[in-house]
Nanobody, 119 residues
Framework: QVQLVESGGGLVQAGGSLRLSCVVS????????FGWFRQASGKSRDVVGA???????VYADSVKGRFTISRDNAKSTVYLEMNNLEDGDTAVYSC?????????????WGQGTQVTVSS
């Protein structure tokens, strides 16, 4: 079974930066497309952006120009570089395959990492 472990979140002032990491164990990392997702309190999970196995990226309009997704196939790790953070970026951030991994028909997610932006 695939495991996803996110880290790097924390409390940051508006305008600040954070770099999140997602280590993926199991599966065929180098041939897999991955996405970063976020869920604010009381809201549904949204897509932040994604990176293909070939390194091409796409982003939600709300983060375009501020966030950058990258990957290191040798480390089975996906990164999310977040700059110029805003209050609206406060959420739990998770990574997953695109589409998300499933186990026994249920989507499998890691624990996520909390990002809190203070103004």
């Amino acid at each position: 079974q695939v495991q996803l472990v996110e880290s790097g979140g924390g409390l940051v002032q508006a305008g600040g930066s954070l770099r999140l990491s997602c280590v993926v164990s199991g599966g065929t990392f180098s041939r897999t497309d991955f996405g970063w997702f976020r869920q604010a309190s009381g809201k549904s999970r949204d897509v932040v952006g994604a990176i293909s196995s070939g390194g091409q990226t796409v982003y939600a309009d709300s983060v375009k120009g501020r966030f950058t997704i990258s990957r290191d196939n040798a480390k089975s790790t996906v990164y999310l570089e977040m700059n110029n953070l805003e209050d609206g970026d406060t959420a739990v951030y998770s990574c997953n395959r695109v589409p998300p991994y499933k186990w026994a028909g249920t989507e499998t997610w890691g624990q996520g990492t909390q990002v809190t932006v203070s103004s």
